[in-house]
């Protein structure tokens, strides 16, 4: 058997599974927000990392890596826009156009982890744009977030599939 096509694919489920863990506890538990958005991101990263000691998929290629890269660079240029852009914007404002951000760096993180999280991006996107559109509760927005992330990265680490592109 060869390499996976996308050996990432474990490490990004992890993240996204402490991340969207994190995201879901920050929701549910409000007074402790920060608290939770920060430990859901240390545990992503974490189990992204400890991801490593499991069965190798094969190694990440230049591409692999370069989408990975790439997707943060973008993300981070992007939220710096956002932040500079949405100055004295309401925080429902300003979290929903974060959340879109988030959506557009899963697009180009497809080339190291793969359709699935392209995927995720499209709904992560179509779910924030819906708040921005809407005037519903932002906690409705947020936890719909949090709960695609804990669902795309169970299945990215757990079923791993070898989808593609082409």
């Known amino acids: 058997m060869g390499d996976h096509p996308y050996p990432l694919i474990r490490g990004g489920g992890l993240f996204l599974i402490g991340v969207g863990t994190g995201f879901l506890l920050s929701w549910t538990f409000r007074a402790y927000w920060l608290q939770f958005l920060i430990g859901g991101f240390a545990a992503g990263f974490v189990g992204s990392g400890l991801s490593a000691l499991l069965p190798s998929l094969g190694s990440p290629s230049f591409a692999h890596i370069a989408g990975l890269v790439g997707s943060f660079v973008l993300e981070a240029g992007l939220i710096y826009l956002v932040l500079s852009r949405t100055k004295g914007a309401d925080d429902r404002t300003v979290l929903l156009w974060i959340l879109f951000v988030v959506g557009v760096h899963f697009l180009p993180m497809g080339m190291a982890h793969g359709p699935l999280i392209t995927l995720l991006g499209v709904l992560t996107l179509a779910n924030a744009a819906a ?36």
Do not use: E, I, Q
């Open 131 to 166: 708040g921005l559109r809407t005037r519903a509760p932002l906690p409705v927005f947020g936890v719909t977030d949090a709960l695609l992330k804990l669902g795309f990265g169970a299945v990215m680490l757990l079923g791993y599939p070898a989808l593609t592109f082409a």
